[in-house]
């Protein structure tokens, strides 16, 4: 169950962009597991990938085919990421733009392929061959509406056990622009300039560079700022598409209402990044660690990763054991250089557990107790020896984490 | 139950050192948890610590008086750090020196201190007063014996199941000199530049920077080459005591069979490291990660310990499932710069899983499987591009460490 989060709701419809879903058989208990999202044309597109130097074969041409053309179409599969799939991998994810590009009238350099799910097994390409003839077929219905949507957030599910969505609206020269957004978790998760998937469509009318530099900016604070395991992905992608469809003027860096326009794709992300740490795998708690008055942003996002890696803290966080020695080790571990001891302190939410160095005079285990019991929590580093701060999100360490990973192939 | 290990046999004792143990009631389940070693005058002695920046209060007092005298007697406590405990826990380190330096007519800095335990609690002092007047007393019978020693391994264990303690001897000048080491683990591990507690003696007479010297290049490929959980202890503490009370020569560097006595250091080093691993918490599986032809020993190292951390690949290994995939992708996220995925392989055992960054084409689910069902694995990757290489041991990740993890303060 995940923490605090539920079936999305009020998801709206993006002008310009139609949705289909279907079951072709990748995943063993029949749920849809292979989506099309369609662009009309005029739109705009912005991605970021996987740092990972292994990076799937869809990863690959997809970063290829949008250097190439403004994309017409994404197709995602889930329950099988066609990662560490070498040459055969990269064919078949051109064979799959190929097959979706004859039925769509597009060019298959128009096509982003996306995979999540198994790593190392090649896709069952008559399947999915079978799988973009019904895809094809149903976008002859309408199917831009808010469920389209949903099903699509529910197709590009793994070992998510709730779908992922979101819209916000945003007035813009006095004209309302949509942003909706999809996403999906929930293990091999910490981002490195993107995340698991993550597609995201608006409406507004958006100028290339600024659209680029709007989807790097909510990234930022966003999905790569969160964490469950530590393990980067080889499929991470985020695609943010600007289909221009609403009557608001375009959108530039020097445009008035633009960091309104920045500001709402930033909401959207972090919603759907602290969904994906609501859902993670086996987690009983959603953690938000919050480090201030560091040297640098740097070393701010060391000191919290450090403490959201720490297995020491997941299991005490599982626990819902205060056991702030355990935050305090991982503090000191982190590697800053310099860092004086009697300096930091730290709190869970309000309650001072640590100061100088050491256990805070005032602090009782019954307070520690208290907040650890929360299925929310903020763990508060102050490290007084600058001006700079950091927050990411993460999760516990439970039993069903280990269940879920060592059974997921079986 | 610990991986391939069982009770230590055919421990030698060492002349010129003596020990006592008893319980103070710091451990719950009346287990002894205090530790003397006493050391002959004229003995040299070297020393790591912990590069936790969070170091404990003994660790701060232990590494003050080394650079002031050498030690006459090392007194551990097991069962609480005393980590975390600011100006009071310097304090108590301070008062337990000198209580035992009292009763064993020593000065206060020929006492070395140390701790193990819960992090965050302060020492229960009449307990620790009452243990050393008891150690003292105990040391007016013959106690160098070979069961002493193994009493003192038990004395110090804290989740540790098995007792971990080796030795060897090493022929110098014709003269067989013994090295008899023990140490404790088994959470929190991942040490730097010293682990968490580890205590060698050897009756060979050896001058103090070539002690030094043999400590640090032994501690560099044992305790330092293992991790359970990437947690730095803020309590690692390495020592190496030469008594000279062996007919030997004094060994230094230019010594023609120096070597020998390092090599043999090492070896007591590496068998602790290892029964460390072996016992670590929940451990099911001992795991060890080889990388070779990389273009630096970091590197090397890096690519190990990413591997060695993921919770994917640990839950993977309690699974016994060969999914290399995790392994790959662990590979990938390195951070190693310029890494060419096809030229990686990765073996485990002598399976080839990986060549030119996929699966081997030669690879069968069966190979893979017979491998991982052993409780002995190693993981072998080669990233063709250096000449560089690294190993470290590590353990799986089990619903065992996760129930110690979240159950250890209750």
């Known amino acids: 169950v995940a923490v605090g989060l539920s079936e999305p709701v009020n998801i709206l419809a993006i002008s310009g962009i139609t949705l289909a879903t279907t079951a072709c058989g990748i995943k063993s208990n029949g749920q849809h597991d292979l989506v099309l999202i369609k662009i009309d044309e005029g739109a705009s597109c912005a991605a970021v990938f996987t740092q990972n130097a292994f990076c799937a074969a869809p990863v690959t041409v997809a970063k290829k085919h949008l250097s190439e053309k403004q994309p017409r179409a994404l197709l995602i599969n889930s ?6 799939t070498g040459e055969q991998g990269v064919e078949d994810a051109l064979q799959s733009c190929d097959w979706l590009a004859e039925k769509t009238a597009c060019s298959k350099e128009e096509i982003l392929p996306f995979s999540t799910g198994v790593i190392g097994e090649t896709l069952p390409m008559a399947s999915i061959e079978q799988g973009i003839q019904t895809l094809s077929e149903k976008l002859l219905s309408d199917t831009s509406s808010p469920e389209q949507w949903q099903a699509a ?4 599910m793994t070992t998510d056990t709730v779908a992922k969505a ?7 020269d006095g004209k309302i622009v949509t942003i909706t957004g999809i996403a999906k978790g929930s293990g091999m998760i910490c981002p490195n300039m993107a995340t698991m998937l993550a597609f995201i469509g608006t409406d507004a009318n958006v100028g290339e560079s600024y659209l680029a530099q709007c989807l790097h900016s909510a990234v930022g604070e966003s999905f790569n700022a969160i964490t469950v395991d530590g393990d980067t992905s080889t499929n991470d992608a985020c695609v943010l598409v600007a ?5 608001a003027n375009e959108i530039n860096a020097d445009n008035k209402d633009a960091e309104l326009f920045l500001n709402a794709v ?14 993670a795998e086996g987690a009983t708690k959603f953690v938000e660690v ?6 640098s942003v740097d070393e701010a996002r060391d000191v ?10 997941k299991t005490a966080l599982f626990a819902s054991d205060p056991n702030w020695g355990r935050i305090l080790a991982a503090v000191g571990r982190a590697g800053i250089e310099g860092l004086v001891l009697e300096d930091v302190s730290i709190y869970l939410d309000e309650v001072c557990i640590v100061s100088h160095g050491s256990r805070d005079v005032s602090y009782t285990e019954a307070q520690g107790q208290k907040v650890m019991d929360q299925s929310e929590i903020a763990i508060n580093v102050n490290l007084n020896r600058g001006d700079s701060e950091a927050t990411i999100w993460t999760s516990d360490l439970s039993h069903e984490y280990v269940t879920i990973n060592s059974e997921y192939r079986t």
């Open 290 to 295: 919050n480090v201030k008055s560091a040297a």
């Open 79 to 84: 329950g099988n990421a066609n990662a560490g």
């Open 153 to 156: 957030a529910r197709g590009i």
């Open 304 to 313: 919290a990763y450090t403490i959201a890696h720490s297995p020491l803290v």
């Open 266 to 279: 930033s909401e959207v992300c972090v919603h759907l990044a602290q969904a994906v740490i609501r859902d």
């Open 166 to 172: 979101v819209s916000k609206q945003v007035t813009i």
């Open 243 to 247: 289909t221009g469809q609403s009557d």
